[in-house]
């Protein structure tokens, strides 16, 4: 089975602070990774697929890097919006999430 | 609109059954792979299981040979037939699409979650 791990597990930020988040899967998985936005009671939100592409109306501040066995998901400018867990995920074989990322205010 | 809609938590007692139905509007389950993921209170996002064809279907270890994951094209619903259930399965269980065409395999639409509680 492919593990995932993610650092750090909790991150306090500001209002417009650079923020990075890093993944790194127990295997080479290519690029087969994605990335999750979820706020409390709510369902997860897909943010980033194939590593670095940005779905669909997701703003251009979030973006994602790295391939085989580490990535990266940065946002530029952290926003009111932004505070949530960020959960990375392996697709290359089955699913498999990472243990999340809480990002709160400093 | 293209979204999921499960149904079917409650409060179970341990040992027993319960199955999920995930109801498909907008895009047609045949045509889609689909898969569960579950978060247990207070935790972080755990895969189930997935349904990439009627029989090619994949588990995880900790459900595994108690959990049927499985659809209905007429009905447009994917189930998760739930066996011998036990206190470590109370979670919020999510339906999601697994997209392949532009994604290749992310879960680009999830449901908005049900509730299982497993307690005597």
């Known amino acids: 089975d492919i593990q995932m791990t993610q650092s750090p597990s909790t991150l306090s930020a500001s209002v417009g602070d650079r923020v990075t988040i890093t993944c790194r899967a127990s295997q080479t998985i290519s690029h087969y990774l994605a990335w999750y936005q979820q706020k409390p009671g709510k369902a997860p939100r897909l943010l980033i697929y194939?590593?670095?592409t940005l779905r669909s109306g997701v703003p251009s501040r979030f973006s994602g890097s790295g391939s085989g066995t580490e990535f990266t998901l940065t946002i530029s400018s952290l926003q009111p919006d932004d505070f949530a867990t960020y959960y990375c995920?392996?697709?290359?074989?089955?699913?498999?999430f990472g243990p999340g990322t809480k990002v709160h205010i400093k | 609109e293209v979204q999921v809609v499960e149904t079917g938590g409650g409060l179970i007692q341990p040992g027993e059954s319960l199955r999920l139905s995930c109801a498909a509007s907008g895009f047609s389950v045949n045509n889609n792979y689909m898969t569960w993921v579950r978060q247990a209170p207070g935790k972080g996002l755990e895969w189930v299981s997935v349904?990439?064809?009627?029989?090619?279907?994949y588990y995880a270890d900790s459900v595994k040979g108690r959990f049927t994951i499985s659809r209905d094209n007429s009905k447009n619903t994917v189930y998760l037939q739930m066996t011998s259930l036990r206190a470590e399965d109370t979670a919020v269980y999510y339906c999601a699409r697994v997209e392949y065409y532009d994604t290749n395999g992310a879960c680009d639409i999830w449901g908005q979650g049900t509730m299982v509680t497993v307690s005597s």
């Open positions: 349904l990439y064809s009627d029989v090619n279907t």
């Open positions: 194939k590593a670095s």
């Open positions: 995920q392996q697709y290359n074989y089955l699913l498999t």
